[in-house]
């Protein structure tokens, strides 16, 4: 049986929110042990972030939490704390990776900079993920995720076109793109390690990781002077191609015709015969018109019946899937995408699986997220023998805790 | 030996689009040879091209040769149509079997197998099958792609990731292995709290609301384009504060519930304080008082921003129209190397020599 790709890997996880998590949710799937480690003064706010009322313990209930944690292991300490700080750097030489996202200068004013982690292990491979890094003249400025999509020229290239107004993307979006880049940051610093013993900092910005995936824009900008063009759903190389309402409740299918034998396909569909046979540019001058043929057509038809058809002639087509819809996707539904982890605390529901299908490894979900601080005991004292006279003595420090003080802040 | 991360680590990318050219594009800035075997011409546009290809070598083969060239390969990415492989004789399994080591990507729109592999799609329809879309645009139009082509980088970055994971894997334990990886599950598991929400509580979808999800959580117009500002209740008081407006302090906009039922009147009184400040002053303040304010900067913006100069971000790559400046490293911590841009099968010659001493 063949061993995930980070069995035998041990990560301490400062981590909070979404980019972070999700990084390590990425590790702790493909195999690593990850120690998320948080104060009970200063937890994850995403555990309380969606309000629930009338929930016992909602910190330990949360679906945005749980989305993010599942194969992770929960223990807390507070860092502010010296003895917190000192138990810490203990874990450090237990731990190959050290991981976080706090604002950049967080880490350095607990005192817990990349100096004094690789002082506790020298080949440490510690990774931040500030919003602008660590260096530069805006290294000062904070960010969620839409302002990262905003500052890294992804916004400027979103919009309908007709209005110059930029748009933001539904999600987050520099965050799962922060993420899944510091989970291959990573695997190069172990490679790295394995290959010369030495340890590594890695400070990702996630403006930069997110500049990345519109990398022809910039090469666009610096030959030709150019700036955005906003070309809404439509394309400069397929055409037509855009996002149509079908029948149902906000229900939409997006066509995108790459060829001119797809485009013959799609006429005959929706009674546009007499403009088949047009080429590219022809199609693109009479886009409105072939719209409005595609148009009347579309909201005759059911959503999922439209895609089909489109599809068993060949013309690229999809579903605009909502958030309910795509639980009940019949592709991710036979691939065994939306997976019902057991919970102690919550009612099954369907989560999703990595996306990364190792074919032997098989990377599955395995464990729900941690109830706050489930594994505090066992983790300290399975790597720094601690025992019941330890434990008292941090919680009664408030180093240590079962449940976070102030749960109500966000 | 240079100190490149991955010096010597042979990476063969079996040319299509973006997914499979962005997932050995940063292999190869982190020192792999990165072969690339060309695949159908027009699959990128020559920007793509550029920013792509920068520092991978080109050849052209195919039949027995391109069979021994995967067979010296340590990592193997494509993207063509379910069961590609197979169909140029280069079966995942049969390669396995003498090479165990080996790490294979796959990247297909709805991955290897199931009711959808054989569709057809471009980047709009993975967006749109993958969730994000429903989640994007304005509540008055209909939903909207974002910019670029965002579901094939989203591919071609969790195949890189992926796929130098599974290298380490191999390092430590001898066996690679092939991973499916899927366009439509990549975007399906990072819609933020919205399909975990829908599906936990049962409330129906979440649908696209625009430039907000609230009034401090949203993109506004400003005096010279549009900013940004994205508060969590902690940093509403110092948002507040800076903004100045002595009825911020009522209740009705103090309390996270009441605030959000006057969402319309908050956001009115953004646009206005938003509507006479710069993008430089919003930044500068936002700094100060630790608030997320953002700007919508363009690339252009990007290539003359200072923070990124001083980090060293952006490479120069030389390109028959000209050099071409463009993301580099994607973080620093790691030696890197800005490749050289070269033609189609530029390289054939040298790589079947290096790789299968062949003599022309």
């Known amino acids: 049986m063949k061993e995930l790709p980070f069995a035998g890997v041990r990560v301490l996880d400062l981590t909070m929110m979404w980019a972070g998590p999700f990084a390590t949710r990425l590790l702790g799937v493909m195999g690593a042990e990850v120690l998320k480690i948080e104060s009970p003064r200063a937890w994850d706010n995403i555990r309380t972030l969606v309000p629930q009322e009338g929930i016992e313990a909602p910190w330990n209930s949360s679906f945005y939490f749980n989305y993010y944690n599942n194969d992770k292991k929960s223990v807390t300490l507070d860092l502010a704390q010296a003895r917190g700080r000192e138990v810490f750097l203990e874990l450090v030489p237990h731990c190959d990776v050290v991981i976080e996202n706090y604002r950049a200068d967080v880490l350095e004013n607990l005192g817990l900079g990349y100096e004094v982690l690789k002082a506790a292990k020298d080949d440490i491979i510690a990774v931040s993920m500030a919003g602008f890094g660590k260096t530069g003249s805006e290294r000062a400025n904070v960010g969620f995720g839409p302002i990262i999509e905003q500052m890294a020229g992804m916004a400027s290239l979103t919009g309908y076109g007709d209005d110059g107004m930029p748009y933001k993307t539904g999600i987050s979006y520099g965050d799962p793109i922060a993420g899944v880049s510091a989970v291959g940051a990573v695997a190069l610093g172990l490679i790295r390690r394995r290959r010369t013993g030495h340890g590594c900092f890695i400070d990702l910005a996630q403006r930069e990781t997110m500049a990345t995936q519109i990398g022809e824009a910039f090469v666009v900008a610096s030959l030709r002077g150019e700036e955005p063009a906003h070309h809404g759903n439509r394309s400069p190389r397929f055409a037509p191609q855009g996002v149509y309402r079908t029948g149902g409740v906000e229900q939409w299918i997006a066509i995108s015709v790459r060829t001119d034998e797809e485009w013959d396909a799609l006429a005959l569909i929706v009674g546009a015969t007499q403009l088949d046979g047009l080429g590219l540019a022809e199609r693109q001058a009479l886009h409105d018109e072939i719209d409005g043929y595609i148009e009347r057509w579309a909201a005759e038809q059911d959503a999922q019946q439209a895609m089909e058809q489109l599809q068993a002639v060949g013309v690229p087509a999809g579903r605009v899937l909502d958030t309910q819809n795509i639980h009940d996707d019949p592709n991710l539904a036979a691939r065994g995408f939306w997976v019902r982890l057991p919970h102690p605390r919550m009612e099954p529901w369907r989560q999703p699986a990595p996306a990364w299908r190792l074919s032997e490894a098989n990377p599955q979900l395995r464990r729900h997220a941690p109830l706050f601080g489930e594994h505090t005991r066992a983790v300290l004292s399975e790597l720094l023998g601690m025992t019941g006279a330890d434990f008292a003595e941090l919680a009664a420090l408030g180093v240590i805790g079962d449940e976070p003080v102030n749960p109500g802040v966000g | ?360």
């Open chain 2, 1 to 360: 030996m240079t100190d490149l991360v991955l010096d010597g680590v042979r990476v063969l990318e079996l040319g299509g689009g973006i997914p499979a050219a962005f997932a050995t594009r940063w292999m190869a800035g982190f020192g792999a040879d990165v072969v690339r075997c060309e695949g159908p011409d027009g699959a990128l546009t020559p920007e793509e091209e550029v920013y792509l290809l920068a520092g991978k070598r080109r050849v052209e083969a195919s039949g027995a040769q391109l069979l021994e060239l995967a067979l010296r390969a340590d990592i193997l990415v494509e993207d063509g149509r379910p069961g590609h492989l197979a169909r140029l004789g280069l079966a995942p399994g049969q390669l396995q079997k003498e090479r165990p080591e080996l790490v294979i990507v796959s990247i297909t729109p709805f991955g290897q197998e199931g009711p959808y592999a054989a569709y057809a799609a471009t980047n709009i329809v993975s967006f749109a099958m993958g969730g994000i879309m429903s989640l994007t645009g304005s509540p008055h139009r209909p939903p909207l792609v974002n910019g670029g082509s965002q579901a094939e980088y989203l591919g071609g970055l969790n195949a890189f990731a992926a796929a130098v994971s599974a290298y380490y894997g191999a390092l430590v334990q001898g066996e690679g292995d092939w991973i499916d990886i899927s366009l439509q599950e990549c975007a399906a598991g990072m819609l933020e709290l919205y399909a975990s929400r829908t599906e936990y509580t049962g409330v129906g979808p979440h649908l696209r609301s625009g430039n907000h999800v609230s009034a401090v959580w949203g993109i506004y117009p400003c005096a010279d384009g549009y900013a940004g500002v994205c508060c969590l209740g902690r940093q509403i008081p110092a948002f507040f504060r800076v903004v100045g407006d002595p009825e911020l302090e009522e209740q009705r906009f103090v309390d996270p519930l009441e605030r959000l039922a006057n969402d319309d009147e908050l956001q009115a009184k953004l646009y206005a304080w938003f509507a006479d400040k710069r993008k430089r002053e919003l930044l500068e303040l936002g700094a100060a008082h630790k608030i997320p304010f953002g700007a919508v900067l363009t690339p252009g913006d990007l290539l003359e921003n200072e923070s990124l100069a001083e980090r060293g971000f952006f490479d120069a790559v030389a390109t028959p129209a000209g050099v071409a400046r463009m993301p580099g490293r994607p973080f620093p911590g790691l030696p890197w190397r800005a490749g050289e841009f070269h033609g189609p099968g530029a390289d054939t010659e040298a790589v079947l020599g290096e790789w299968l001493g062949v003599r022309a």
